[in-house]
């Protein structure tokens, strides 16, 4: 057996047996490698695809409308549309409600639209302050100092059968102002 | 017996050695010659970051027989070692003080290997590697303050988001992808954990070797003389004559400094961790706990102020441009400044460049510390207006006083050295602005400063107006615009004008 194997030098520009194993071998873990990558990409980027498709938005109840006193602003919390076993308290979420008259209303969402620190709502000079970068908005959540270059982020909201409801699920943030892409743009815009 | 013993050891040895080789390497590495001078004090830096990564991972791995990576659970685990496991504390006190002293000697290295010229031919390779090596280390000093997961971790990530998100095009996939879903979540962590645990380390690990490697096969830089001039034809060769004529083998000789450097560093970081004990963790990760003013660690609070003090709109190209520049700016300084003097002693711009850059990291680290530019929050119910600015006021005045505290001007505001320092001090404004100017401002804002104009009714701006009047040095008047004086002296005053201007404070 061992004296058969004994290499005989390829001419020039011919392939080999051996060479064109080791070229097949190289184009066969080429394949492999793109079978396995489809599945650990759609793994890795999961978490942007279901986004894409709007997967992470829904409709959360925040309360009864009368616990929202008319010409006042007050904070409200729900629970993230989307919990996953290991998330702890992290899917708590606060926002701030503004009633403005009747159904009328503004929901504003806690991270200061600068960089994302929670917003306080001051009632007396009727101010949103963030303790972060000193950003300031008034109470229909426009800009009024500071650094942030827009107003508060808005969520989306719809009154039903007494019921304040807002369009939330996703971290608004300068790049991605998710919460008010389908809302009416506020009165000072 | 003992003559036993040893041959016994010996012969045991040299089964391994038969079967693994490494003696021979080992030895060589050990005992290459460098240059005399280079057993120096100022030659430490790098063998002590080294320690410090080993210790760093030698207390990170004993954290993780404790901790959980859970959103969930991760505050209370460090609850446990801080409180319930026997000196969890120290454990985490030690990784926590060593992080800090980590990015601290990688910092003082670098500015030890720039000063004496040792990213020059032919070590640019090993520099840049040793820039990979700075950026990894900041990496592992930022994902570790996100797995201390307490309200400055969880505000962060939100700062951290905030950031990416203004990327053009690719910034909202980005924070998905950061964030490892549409919220700062369990995933978040779970990632996070998976970066400052296996994927970082990893690569230190490999980068650190490869860098190691470089000085063993380039040799330690020699001790910079002016007018020793670095040349690509020739260096080599007169590094290969210097270590041959002036070389001691870098084990005994030069390592005794490095090894007393190294138990020193890592008994100071024992001493700060028993003394200072362990960083937080601060509040739970609760969202819809808002009552918080999120900071960062020491080594980004520079980043902190910058992003308060820039005008806005300068803000965004700045955050996407600056460090990516920076960064190719240190990768490329080795091919542009490849040659030429070494010594610190020759490159004045070296040296101011240097300067330049930690007393402006210095600076803006040190206003992270007193944030100024931040509202006091509590200011407005905590910090009252002192006794001596009412004294001998009208009722109009105090009324203007209460309109002051009550609408949280104090929050941006100081008066007497109490207060926010997001707006002027408010101590002498009265000769700086007219009564009208007053009002002006206080209704329409401006400057830094919001509108008051929904806010307050006529007559709470007739009193906070008032109010500011009186605030004035005693024995400097009041600003006045002379021509309203003499339309007014024509009608009756009113009369909080005409109080004596002497009787204001102090």
């Known amino acids: ?189 | 017996m003992r003559v036993i013993n040893m041959r016994v050891i010996k012969k045991i040895g040299e089964w391994f050695d038969h079967r693994l080789q490494l003696a021979a390497p080992i030895r060589e590495a050990a005992e290459h010659p460098v240059p005399r001078n280079t057993a120096s004090w100022f030659y430490v830096f790098g063998s002590a970051a080294l320690t410090v990564f080993l210790l760093q991972l030698v207390t990170g791995i004993l954290l993780a027989l404790i901790y959980v990576p859970s959103a969930g659970e991760a505050w209370s685990s460090l609850q446990a070692l801080n409180h319930q496991v026997a000196l969890g504390w120290f454990i985490r006190a030690m990784h926590g003080w060593g992080s800090n002293f980590m990015v601290a000697i990688v910092l003082i290295h670098m500015v030890q290997v720039f000063l004496f010229g040792a990213h020059k031919f032919p070590r640019e390779l090993t520099w840049v590697i040793g820039v990979f090596l700075l950026l990894m280390t900041l990496g592992m000093a930022f994902t570790g303050q996100v797995l201390r997961f307490d309200q400055d971790a969880y505000w962060g990530l939100g700062i951290g988001a905030s950031i990416a998100s203004r990327v053009p095009i690719i910034g909202p996939f980005v924070v998905k992808l950061m964030l490892g879903g549409p919220i700062i979540a369990g995933a978040t962590l779970s990632r996070f954990f998976a970066l400052h645990v296996f994927v970082i380390p990893g690569l230190l690990i490999a980068f650190v070797a490869l860098h190691v490697l470089m000085v063993l096969k380039l040799g330690i830089n020699e001790w910079p003389m002016p007018g020793r001039i670095v040349r690509r034809a020739t260096y080599e060769a007169e590094y290969h004559a210097l270590t041959k004529k002036d070389g001691v083998p870098f084990v005994p000789y030069a390592i005794g400094k490095d090894m007393f450097f190294a138990a020193f560093i890592i008994l100071t970081v024992a001493a700060c961790a028993f003394y200072f004990g362990p960083f937080g963790p601060t509040g739970q990760p609760d969202p819809t706990i808002t009552q918080t003013a999120p900071k960062p660690d020491y080594f980004f609070l520079w980043l902190y102020a910058l992003l308060s003090l820039l005008p806005p709109s300068l803000e965004t190209p700045f955050l996407l441009i600056v460090p990516p520049l920076v960064i190719i700016g240190l990768i490329l300084l080795p091919f542009l400044s490849g040659e030429g003097e070494k010594s610190w002693k020759r490159r004045p711009i070296a040296v101011v460049t240097v300067l330049l850059i930690a007393i402006t990291l210095g600076t803006f680290t040190r206003m992270a510390q007193f944030t100024p530019w931040s509202p006091h929050m509590n200011a407005w119910s905590g910090d009252p207006i002192p006794e001596r600015y009412i004294h001998g006021t009208t009722a109009l005045e105090r009324q203007g006083a209460l309109v002051f505290q009550v609408k949280q001007c104090r929050n941006c505001h100081s008066i007497g050295d109490t207060g926010g320092q997001r707006g002027p001090a408010l101590d002498s404004v009265a000769v700086r602005l007219t009564q009208d100017q007053l009002i002006r401002q206080v209704i329409q804002g401006g400057g830094n400063m919001p509108a008051y104009g929904n806010n307050l009714s006529p007559a709470e701006t007739t009193a906070l107006v008032a109010f500011l009047e009186t605030l004035h040095p005693a024995g400097q008047n009041p600003a006045r615009d002379a021509a309203r004086d003499l339309v007014l002296s024509n009608e009756q005053r009113p009369a909080a004008n005409v109080r004596d201007s002497t009787v204001g404070p102090r």
């Open chain 1, 1 to 189: 057996m061992s004296s058969k194997t004994v290499t005989v030098p390829p001419a020039e520009g011919s392939l080999s047996r051996r060479g064109f194993f080791m070229k097949l071998g190289i184009l066969f873990n080429g394949f492999a490698a793109i079978v396995l990558a489809l599945p650990v990409a759609h793994f890795l980027f999961s978490s942007i695809t279901r986004g894409r498709e709007n997967g992470y938005l829904s409709w959360v109840r925040l309360g009864d409308v009368d616990t929202f006193p008319e010409g006042e602003t007050r904070m409200a919390t729900f629970r993230n549309p989307l919990v996953m076993p290991t998330d702890g308290q992290t899917v708590d979420t606060a926002c701030w409600v503004r009633r403005i008259a009747g159904d009328q209303f503004q929901v504003f969402a806690i991270n200061c639209a600068h960089l994302g620190c929670p917003v306080r709502w001051f009632a007396q000079s009727g101010l949103f302050m963030c303790p972060c970068h000193g950003g300031a908005y008034y109470r229909d959540g426009s800009r009024a100092s500071g650094p942030p270059e827009r107003g508060l982020f808005e969520y989306p909201y719809k009154v039903e059968n007494g019921v304040l409801t807002i369009q939330a699920g996703q971290l608004p943030t300068p790049g991605d102002p998710v919460a008010s892409l389908t809302s009416e743009k506020p009165p000072c815009a």
